[in-house]
């Protein structure tokens, strides 16, 4: 999987959406209801290092593959919600079997 340009951006953009639910669903409760604002802090921190990580592999993706503006778009605001990186895995994931089914194989 990390052997392409596509799969690369499949994995980080999956950590990324586990570190955004983690932020959501437990440390945002956690710092609002159990008064443990650490929590927001740490994973807070994590999750804009996966995200600007993202954005990274995500440019990187895009030059390799010569995407548009338009689907680069559409994957960079599928990081910005909750489930996106989830949602557009699946498309990921197709593009980048067309892409290894194109690709020459080692001999």
Do not use: N
């Not at 799969?7 to 440390?27: H, N, Q, T």
């Not at 999750?47 to 592999?57: E, N, P, R, S, T």
């Not at 010569?66 to 689907?71: E, K, S, V, Y």
């Not at 919600?81 to 020459?104: C, H, K, M, N, W």
């Amino acid at each position: 999987m990390l052997k392409t340009p596509i799969g690369r951006l499949r994995v980080i953009g999956l950590i990324e959406g586990v570190s955004f639910l983690l932020l959501l669903g437990i440390a945002m409760p956690l710092k609002y209801f159990a008064g443990l604002p650490t929590a927001v802090t740490v994973v807070g921190w994590l999750h804009g290092i996966l995200f600007i990580g993202f954005f990274i592999v995500l440019m990187l993706a895009r030059e390799s593959m010569q995407w548009g503006l338009r689907w680069t778009g559409i994957v960079l605001l599928a990081a910005l919600l909750p489930l996106g990186p989830f949602v557009i895995d699946g498309r990921l994931r197709t593009e980048d079997e067309i892409y290894q089914s194109r690709r020459p194989s080692p001999k």
